[in-house]
């Protein structure tokens, strides 16, 4: 197979995965406050958001949005302040989010589970002078206007007449700051412009088939960018119907309650699902869900293929924060089951060392405090992500830069690309290579495993040492180099970030 390792987003790469009509419903609104302006109009009868027994549709949601806004306001904001939002996935949430943007302000979000002291942090940092709560921590968040000078701590309720118009920005203006580790793992904040926000938004229009007026079910964080923007935004721009889940842990009775016709969530939640479907022997996905927008961690074959043989069609892709989340989407996983797909429009990469770069309308504007490691003079940003582009345009992962392993015999061993040999293991759920020391000093490789608990019939009476005893004949096939020297099945998940993916080792 030959390798590229330079490529453009081409819009015209996603139009034979839908039609030319539904394809042609792809606009570029420009910002997010004229986005939001033509689905008020354009979908006003249709329900937009559906929690805790409550529903609006989209012109009684901008009716409160607008009401919201004067609030804000009459409270002293203003357009261009930074106004930080803590609040739990609510319709609230996103009236407050849609009144900051619509005054003019950026909008810094938060998660709600934070401590008062990470808060503080925060808005210290990326120099909020407006704190936007949620009733139930307002009280926890109103002592720190005595700890931060100058800052006014808000409740999310707030409505005022609804007589402050909306505000027009220009496409470039700052938008929203969301948290991000960047490539150094260092908390700070990503700054997006109203145009990156509209990209990314658009972008979550391609390889699904039929992408307007769908039901969606929001089980992720809307204070992280899979969720915020490829969840409730695009939800929004397709004149969708979101129903907000109080709890993940609700997911099952919410997808038979609500019959949600595409979910967007991360591969651990698939997992779950298809455990749950086979544990309990009947239908867990209600009667309408045709499509599963997948990321944040690899999507294994294993799934796609499951999925498949349910009616379900799973659509990994490739995102990050610093690209309003969304770079890379497979509209053909069945064929390409490995890849995070083609690059989006008006992207541009390179690859450079194996790392790959961007470039493009959609990429952060700058970094908020914290470092600047990762954008270059020249514009591009460098991921810290290891990938290699196949002759058709198609990304895969490999690995993160900060994850190679350097053994003593000079070998670097990248562990995405040897997991996935374990992975490919029909009872293995996950893995993890690492650098272990033998009591000798030796380095050498490490494997851990947990196994797929609707597979483990095939294993026999004793599941963890027929797997071992797999596990060791796929080690043997890898090149020497590349085998590990110790491999344990786990009794329990690894543990694991808020997005889902595993926290590795550190030597």
């Known amino acids: 197979m030959g390798m590229l390792d330079h490529c453009l987003g081409d819009a015209d790469r996603f139009r034979k995965y839908t039609d030319a009509q539904t394809f042609a419903r792809i606009v570029d609104d420009g910002d997010l406050c004229q986005m939001w302006k033509r689905c008020a109009t354009e979908y006003e009868g249709r329900v937009a958001l559906t929690y805790a027994g409550s529903s609006l549709t989209y012109g009684e949601l901008d009716r409160e949005i607008a009401a919201r806004r004067s609030a804000l306001a009459k409270a002293g904001c203003k357009s261009g302040e930074r106004i930080a939002l803590v609040c739990a996935n609510s319709i609230d949430f996103a009236c407050a989010f849609f009144a900051i943007v619509t005054l003019g302000g950026v909008a810094v979000v938060l998660p709600p589970q934070y401590s008062d002291q990470e808060i503080e942090d925060c808005c210290r940092r990326m120099e909020a002078t407006k704190l936007l709560a949620q009733p139930e921590l307002q009280e926890m968040c109103e002592p720190l206007c005595e700890r931060i000078s100058g800052l006014a701590v ?25 948290l991000t580790g960047g ?79 595409i979910l967007v969530v991360v591969p651990a939640l698939v997992e779950l699902a298809l455990k749950l479907y086979k544990t309990l022997g009947r239908n867990i996905f209600g009667t309408s869900l045709k499509t599963i927008i997948s990321g944040a961690a690899p999507m294994p074959s294993y799934l796609i293929e499951e999925y498949h043989l349910l009616g ?59 470092d600047e490691e990762g ?21 895969y992962m490999t690995g993160r830069t900060k994850e190679i392993i ?75 180099s590349e085998q590990v020297s110790r491999i344990t099945v786990r ?12 926290v590795r080792h550190k030597l």
Not at 375 to 395: H, I, N, P, S, Y
Not at 457 to 463: K, N, W, Y
Not at 491 to 502: A, G, L, V
């Open 154 to 178: 808000l409740s999310t309720d707030r409505r005022a007449e609804a007589d402050v118009p909306m505000f027009l920005p220009q496409p470039d203006d700052p938008c929203v700051i969301m």
């Open 183 to 261: 490539t150094t793992g260092r908390r700070k904040g990503a700054l997006l412009s109203h145009t990156a926000m509209v990209r990314g938004i658009m972008n979550g229009c391609y390889c699904a088939k039929e992408p307007f007026e769908q039901r969606y079910l929001l089980l992720l964080p809307l204070s992280h960018t899979f969720g915020l923007i490829r969840n409730l935004l695009t939800s929004i721009y397709t004149g969708s119907t979101m129903f907000i889940s109080e709890s993940p842990k609700n997911m099952v009775q919410d997808m038979l309650a609500f019959n949600p016709t």
């Open 312 to 370: 379900v069609t799973i659509l990994p892709g490739y995102g990050l924060t610093e690209a309003a989340n969304l770079v890379s989407g497979n509209g053909e996983p069945l064929s390409k089951p490995d890849s995070i797909g083609l690059l989006y429009p008006e992207l541009e990469l390179k690859i450079v060392d194996g790392e790959l770069w961007l470039k493009g309308r959609n990429l952060l504007t700058c970094y908020v405090g914290g």
């Open 375 to 395: 954008l270059t003079e020249d514009g591009w940003f460098r991921t810290g992500d290891l990938v290699q582009l196949d002759e058709d345009g198609f990304l």
């Open 406 to 480: 350097k053994l003593d015999n000079g070998v670097s061993i990248y562990p995405v690309q040897l997991e996935a040999h374990f992975n490919a293991l029909s009872f293995v759920q996950d893995s993890e290579v690492f650098e272990a020391v033998e009591e000798d000093g030796r380095h050498v490789l490490a494997l851990e495993v947990v196994l797929r608990e609707t597979e483990l019939e095939q294993l026999g009476a004793d599941p963890a040492q027929a797997a071992l005893e797999r596990l060791w004949d796929t080690n043997r096939q890898q090149d020497p």
């Open 491 to 502: 009794d329990r998940d690894f543990e694991r970030t808020p997005s889902m993916k595993i």
